[in-house]
């Protein structure tokens, strides 16, 4: 038995950790926190200076209790969780759950998972940071306090019942994006002409070559078109040209932040993508710690650069730099995020290949000489008007120096004009003149927030820190107040005043503007809800005090401040204002009213909803039922018009019969149909449902009838094909066989239909690992491993009591009554049957809530 027990929180990193350390050391995993706070009364004991009440959740006590086990037989007990306010806090819990005294007990930490940071931090072992704890615990509370407390308010003052919840964090972000949106809807574009003169000349090579330049904006086509015309009888000369040297200087080394914002924007990766690779690398060796705002690089990564640069690209390409942290509330691991060993380039993981070669070249480009550049600038003059001239600028790199291995990526909102080369030009030199263009341009809002843009915003704003940024995003968006997606580019006319062989013309031209890809919109909800609290609790939701929160943590952190004295100080007219509101503020519907319908006379609504936003035709207390519509997706209740709502009540409508079926235009869950007797058809993405006549939904029917036509046959049975939500398909005798890629769906061959529908029946037979057919019970192979089935409910079998997953083998020989016996343990509920209802009692009970819920909105 090994003398001592070191526990991390990462079954990865305890396999990784596992290989550095000699027999003496056993490396067992606390699978993440082992505590959390009681659900009941809201786990905080008020009274009694905040103090927190902890329980072991259900799905950790076998960690628990195997890590106790292994505790008491080991000599000594080693903490080696992470080396930020989570990890500590996760040591601290263990030192409570294990009983250690945390101010003998050994803990150490490291900013990278190899061989020498692993054994010198075993040499210099420290004990567990109380004021680390205490920062994390002050956190937890107050979001639990801010949660509990709003949230019930939530419930009864807006429509969406218990799904509602309020965040110190997640609410002022929604406010950001909310924000954002309005002012985004609200701007009106002015519009301003961009005049651009071509010209010709010859390049260093003697060949014709064109360049362009720009002159002064105009506010008017009029005083455009004056302009232009003064210039028909033109000559351009060029007056003056500036050549002056310039540089380009590296980026600073990966915090948590600049992973998250570069990661979206040259890989496309979303902010809780990025962290999950980023601590699959850590935990395996790869990178250093994950969630840091320091830029700083130690004097082993600084070496390694200047090796990796000189063997690579040159002495001439390094240039040694030493960035300072500007964050004031750097906190977490003091290092920037780099590679852990900078001469691997390429690592043998498939997922993290892409993010770590990210990293690898920006750790280097920071030590890389600056890129040197010559700008040159040309002022052409224009013989007519005297004063006026255009500008011609081109940039030619000199040096490559680190962008011969990185260039960071921009954001929509720091997209700046790319200069091109200018052929040779000399002051004097006449110039022809290929065309003059005057482009009428719009000026244009802030571009709505990307994961990337959002968590820069917070972090210029200080809320939040490296390791909340991803669970906030993810959050708001799974809470329903915030939606990612793109939105199609919709036509827009505008002018053009062209001068060409001494002929000047006016004509218009159109561009598609406002395509947006991976943006985030506020939903309604996300709205009624900003607005609500925005209204009751400014202070929550005020940035400033916000990022202050994050400062006091910061006092805590470093010993300057008392926890529950913050706590308290935030807490007594947090509480006041809880109550106040609850008492008086008034229920919001999230109500708008929009005018009156022409056929009915009554007034049309839009609104939000039990089941999301919709508009209504009439009030609920009329004698006639109110009519319904959802809105669509790219609509919402704040911006719909009286003539977008009352299009809406036109769907469904009926055409006429087609092969003996009735042919009905409608939109559903997963959009807009046409439905042929029982048949559903989707409508091409696109295509406005209300447009669709008779021949259009025909030739729809027809087209997945061609569709749906056998393809082939397999043992006798017909087979089809199909794209669905999960992409293209093969059907066979009711088998659903997802097409890969490396299939032409188009054109598949009888030999690449058996293939498929071969593999698709070897993978089912391989599917269960324990059937009882006649108890609906099944424990099946999954994705992540084993599961077992109860009819239609699935549950995930958990852990062993050594931690351990379950695996297949663990199934094998188990009889049903063991099976029975193990999920009456995980899911009791599982196994119980429910009696069947009394049909004539619920029903009077429907009704009865109905007529209740008609008084209460009455009142």
């Given at each position: 038995m090994a003398k001592n027990l070191l526990i991390v929180e990462s079954p990865a990193k305890a396999k990784t950790i596992g290989k550095y350390l000699g027999s003496d050391f056993e490396v067992k995993s606390s699978f993440g926190h082992i505590r959390d706070l009681e659900k009941e009364g809201m786990g905080i004991d008020i009274d009694n200076g905040f103090h927190p009440r902890y329980i072991v959740s259900e799905d950790k006590k076998k960690i628990v209790a195997a890590l106790r086990a292994a505790a008491k037989s080991a000599d000594e007990v080693w903490l080696a969780t992470d080396e930020d306010r989570e990890g500590e806090a996760i040591s601290w819990h263990l030192c409570a759950v294990l009983k250690l005294d945390p101010a003998t007990t050994k803990r150490i930490a490291f900013h990278e998972i190899t061989k020498s940071a692993i054994q010198h931090a075993v040499k210099t072992p420290r004990t567990v940071d109380l004021n680390l704890v205490n920062a994390q615990q002050a956190r937890r509370v107050l979001d639990r306090l801010v949660g509990f407390e709003v949230s019930p308010i939530l419930w009864r003052k807006l429509s969406g019942g218990s799904s509602l919840s309020a965040g110190r964090v997640q609410s002022v972000a929604v406010r950001l994006i909310?924000?954002?949106?309005?002012?985004?809807?609200?701007?009106?574009?002015?519009?301003?002409?961009?005049?651009?003169?071509?010209?010709?000349?010859?390049?260093?090579?003697?060949?014709?070559?064109?360049?362009?330049?720009?002159?002064?904006?105009?506010?008017?086509?009029?005083?455009?078109?004056?302009?232009?015309?003064?210039?028909?009888?033109?000559?351009?000369?060029?007056?003056?040209?500036?050549?002056?040297?310039?540089?380009?200087?590296?980026?600073?080394?990966?915090?948590?932040?600049?992973?998250?914002?570069?990661?979206?924007?040259?890989?496309?990766?979303?902010?809780?993508?990025?962290?999950?690779?980023?601590?699959?690398?850590?935990?395996?060796?790869?990178?250093?710690?994950?969630?840091?705002?320091?830029?700083?690089?130690?004097?082993?990564?600084?070496?390694?650069?200047?090796?990796?640069?000189?063997?690579?690209?040159?002495?001439?390409?390094?240039?040694?730099?030493?960035?300072?942290?500007?964050?004031?509330?750097?906190?977490?691991?003091?290092?920037?995020?780099?590679?852990?060993?900078?001469?691997?380039?390429?690592?043998?993981?498939?997922?993290?290949?892409?993010?770590?070669?990210?990293?690898?070249?920006?750790?280097?480009?920071?030590?890389?000489?600056?890129?040197?550049?010559?700008?040159?600038?040309?002022?052409?003059?224009?013989?007519?008007?005297?004063?006026?001239?255009?500008?011609?600028?081109?940039?030619?790199?000199?040096?490559?120096?680190?962008?011969?291995?990185?260039?960071?990526?921009?954001?929509?909102?720091?997209?700046?004009?790319?200069?091109?080369?200018?052929?040779?030009?000399?002051?004097?030199?006449?110039?022809?003149?290929?065309?003059?263009?005057?482009?009428?341009?719009?000026?244009?809002?802030?571009?709505?927030?990307?994961?990337?843009?959002?968590?820069?915003?917070?972090?210029?704003?200080?809320?939040?820190?490296?390791?909340?940024?991803?669970?906030?995003?993810?959050?708001?968006?799974?809470?329903?107040?915030?939606?990612?997606?793109?939105?199609?580019?919709?036509?827009?006319?505008?002018?053009?005043?062209?001068?060409?062989?001494?002929?000047?013309?006016?004509?218009?031209?159109?561009?598609?503007?406002?395509?947006?890809?991976?943006?985030?919109?506020?939903?309604?909800?996300?709205?009624?809800?900003?607005?609500?609290?925005?209204?009751?609790?400014?202070?929550?939701?005020?940035?400033?005090?916000?990022?202050?929160?994050?400062?006091?943590?910061?006092?805590?952190?470093?010993?300057?401040?008392?926890?529950?004295?913050?706590?308290?100080?935030?807490?007594?007219?947090?509480?006041?204002?809880?109550?106040?509101?609850?008492?008086?503020?008034?229920?919001?519907?999230?109500?708008?009213?929009?005018?009156?319908?022409p056929e009915s006379g009554k007034p049309v609504f839009a609104r939000l909803g039990r089941f999301g936003p919709m508009v209504q035709i009439g009030h609920p207390d009329d004698e006639e039922k109110p009519k319904f519509a959802s809105v669509k997706r790219n609509q919402s209740i704040e911006t719909i018009t009286l003539e977008e709502a009352l299009e809406l009540f036109k769907?469904?409508?009926?055409?006429?019969?087609?092969?003996?079926?009735?042919?009905?235009?409608?939109?559903?869950?997963?959009?807009?149909?046409?439905?042929?007797?029982?048949?559903?058809?989707?409508?091409?993405?696109?295509?406005?449902?209300?447009?669709?006549?008779?021949?259009?939904?025909?030739?729809?029917?027809?087209?997945?009838?061609?569709?749906?036509?056998?393809?082939?046959?397999?043992?006798g049975k017909p087979v089809t094909r199909g794209k669905g939500r999960f992409g293209p398909f093969i059907k066979w005798d009711d088998m659903f066989i997802n097409v890969p890629r490396a299939y032409d769906f188009d054109h598949l061959s009888k030999e690449d239909i058996n293939t498929l529908i071969a593999k698709k029946m070897e993978k089912e037979a391989n599917r269960y690992i324990l059937q009882f057919p006649e108890e609906k019970i099944s424990v099946e192979n999954g994705r992540w491993g084993p599961f077992i089935r109860v009819g239609k409910k699935m549950v995930n079998p958990g852990r062993k009591e050594d931690g351990e997953k379950y695996e297949a083998a663990d199934f094998k020989g188990m009889s049903l009554e063991e099976l029975k016996k193990m999920i009456g343990k995980i899911a009791p509920d599982m196994l119980k049957t429910k009696a069947p209802a009394k049909k004539k009692a619920a029903s009077a009970k429907t009704r009865t809530t109905k007529k209740t819920v008609a008084k209460k909105r009455k009142a």
């Open positions: 909310v924000e954002r949106e309005r002012a985004i809807t609200g701007f009106k574009p002015e519009s301003f002409f961009k005049t651009e003169g071509y010209f010709t000349t010859a390049d260093i090579q003697g060949k014709p070559a064109t360049f362009k330049a720009e002159g002064k904006k105009h506010s008017s086509q009029e005083s455009a078109l004056e302009f232009v015309r003064k210039c028909v009888d033109a000559e351009f000369a060029v007056e003056d040209i500036q050549v002056k040297p310039g540089k380009r200087s590296p980026a600073a080394p990966f915090t948590t932040s600049t992973l998250q914002q570069e990661a979206s924007r040259k890989l496309g990766m979303s902010v809780s993508r990025t962290m999950r690779v980023a601590q699959s690398l850590y935990e395996n060796g790869y990178i250093t710690y994950m969630r840091t705002d320091s830029v700083n690089l130690s004097e082993t990564a600084l070496q390694q650069a200047k090796e990796m640069i000189h063997s690579h690209y040159g002495a001439d390409y390094y240039q040694r730099r030493q960035y300072k942290t500007k964050s004031q509330g750097a906190q977490e691991a003091h290092e920037a995020i780099r590679p852990t060993n900078l001469n691997l380039q390429t690592i043998p993981v498939q997922d993290g290949q892409k993010l770590y070669e990210l990293i690898w070249k920006r750790t280097i480009a920071t030590q890389m000489a600056d890129a040197r550049l010559e700008k040159t600038t040309a002022r052409i003059g224009i013989s007519t008007i005297p004063g006026e001239y255009l500008a011609a600028s081109g940039e030619v790199l000199k040096f490559e120096g680190f962008l011969k291995a990185y260039l960071e990526g921009r954001d929509e909102e720091d997209e700046e004009h790319q200069e091109g080369m200018l052929p040779p030009l000399q002051s004097g030199q006449k110039l022809p003149l290929e065309k003059l263009m005057a482009i009428q341009r719009f000026s244009r809002p802030e571009p709505r927030f990307t994961e990337a843009s959002l968590v820069k915003k917070l972090e210029e704003l200080g809320i939040g820190r490296p390791s909340t940024y991803a669970p906030t995003i993810s959050t708001i968006q799974q809470r329903g107040y915030v939606e990612k997606r793109d939105r199609e580019g919709t036509p827009r006319p505008y002018e053009v005043v062209l001068l060409k062989n001494k002929k000047v013309s006016a004509h218009q031209e159109t561009e598609y503007v406002g395509a947006e890809k991976a943006k985030l919109f506020p939903t309604d909800l996300g709205m009624v809800v900003t607005d609500f609290l925005v209204q009751h609790f400014p202070q929550i939701m005020d940035y400033g005090f916000t990022a202050n929160i994050e400062n006091e943590f910061d006092g805590i952190a470093s010993g300057k401040k008392v926890w529950n004295a913050v706590i308290s100080q935030f807490y007594q007219p947090f509480h006041k204002k809880v109550e106040d509101t609850m008492d008086n503020a008034d229920r919001v519907k999230g109500e708008r009213e929009l005018g009156i319908d769907l469904p409508f009926s055409l006429e019969d087609y092969d003996n079926k009735p042919v009905m235009i409608g939109v559903g869950r997963f959009g807009p149909y046409v439905k042929w007797g029982e048949q559903f058809i989707s409508i091409p993405k696109g295509e406005d449902p209300l447009s669709v006549t008779q021949e259009r939904a025909i030739e729809i029917i027809r087209e997945k009838m061609e569709a749906d036509a056998p393809i082939a046959t397999y043992e």
